[in-house]
């Protein structure tokens, strides 16, 4: 009993550290990359996170070559990202992670950090939709009438950021965008864990590399490196120093996400996304000292309750069929 009790506190704390970090990383992320597509005023998203990718990737070559030397101190799998088979497994994970970190970029570069939250809340709707659509997983009508709620939270945030005269049409379709991407990500993640033995920095690895080669072909042709060639500030210490805190955040929030729902499940992944971005929220609006309406407070409420409601319904749900499947044997 005492070593459940054990093992039950050790799982708790693995969960909280793993929810913890993904909450510092990825605000962070959003932060810098907002001052990159904003402040510093460059035009070129996707060359942003073309950069993140391939810092991320050469990041883990160091690592496993580190491992090599000083085995005793650190463990880094070994794998190659050219073989065919792993080409086949990864690289449609890696284009879901690519699309998920460029439509952020992209809905980052057109809101503001306060509504970004909104623009980014419809994940847990799109987790039901594709969990159902791609694993036919039904839904229960009170889950399915939580998700009508984060709908309508979202409809209102938009409408108040209408009538404050500071709505992005495109901004917003890329924020649904990335939502769906993320929903997509985080069902894909758990077919794709056991093609790499369950080596979250080996699948981080793949996914850099896929998505670097991507991303770089990718802004050529949408014409966003010479957007950085005719930058004014190419040559600024704060232009590089901010895009490689960019690009170690982007490391770290692709270890960090695909941490978050080993240790947990691609839903309580995104009920966390979810909460942390309206934490982000409140951040943002003292940051850039914005003024928002009663209402406009009250749509990310309207979210978040949503969110909670249907996190406690599935858990209630979980816990019945947990019940039920050990009560007929």
Known sequence: MKEEGGTLVSRYVKITFAVSLYWVISIITVFVNKALLSELKLDAPMFITWFQCLISAFLCIFLHLFSLLYPKLLKFPSGNPFKVQNMINVLPLSILFMSMITFNNLCLKNVGVSFYYIGRSLTTVFNVMFSYLLLAQKTSLAACACCGVIVMGFWLGVDQEDLAGTFSISGTVYGVLASASLALYSIHTKKVLPSVDNE??????????????????????????????EYTNLYSALFWGFLSIGGLCGFAIGYVTTLQIKVTSPLTHNISGTAKACAQTVIASYWYHEVKPFLWWISNWVVLLGSAAYTFVKQREMEANYSNKYTRV
Not at 211 to 228: A, C, D, H, R
């Open 200 to 229: 979250i920095w080996l699948l981080s690895y793949f996914n850099n590399v896929y998505s670097s080669i991507i991303l770089l072909i990718l802004s050529g042709i949408f014409g966003e490196l010479k957007n950085v060639q």
